[in-house]
């Protein structure tokens, strides 16, 4: 079955970095796009950043915007975010997923996903 695993998370000052990767098995990864989405305490799950199916296209939220970055690997099965410049309200779960191809999407939403990782949780202390 599809598994997506996400790792990397953790307790970080404001201004740091994390590196999440999420490693796919059990789908054709260069045949999806990538996603990563967060969901803070009481708030709805919303979209971080996108990649397409062989990197050649990146989308992020305005958020996030000059200080994440995504980028996959597909002989590694995996996608990352770089995430820079981190600051309190980037704290949430980060969850990682994969969907598609559809021709023109960005992959901001969340029902353009398949599957869904378990999440790996981002605390960032100001």
């Known amino acids: 079955q599809v598994q997506l695993v996400e790792s990397g998370g953790g307790l970080v000052q404001a201004g740091g970095s994390l590196r999440l990767s999420c490693a796919a098995s059990?789908?054709?990864?260069?045949?999806?796009?990538m996603g990563w989405f967060r969901q803070a305490p009481g708030k709805e799950r919303e979209f971080v950043a996108a990649?397409?199916?062989?990197?050649?296209?990146?989308y992020y939220a305005d958020s996030v915007k000059g200080r994440f970055s995504i980028s996959r690997d597909n002989t590694k099965n995996t996608v990352y975010l770089q995430m820079n410049s981190l600051k309190p309200e980037d704290t949430a779960d980060y969850f990682c997923?994969?969907?598609?191809?559809?021709?023109?999407?960005?992959?901001?939403?969340?029902?353009?996903?398949?599957?869904w990782g378990q999440g790996t949780q981002v605390t960032v202390s100001s």
């Open positions: 990649i397409n199916w062989n990197g050649g296209s990146t």
């Open positions: 059990g789908l054709i990864f260069g045949g999806k796009s």
């Open positions: 997923a994969a969907g598609g191809p559809y021709s023109g999407s960005e992959y901001r939403l969340t029902y353009e996903y398949d599957y």
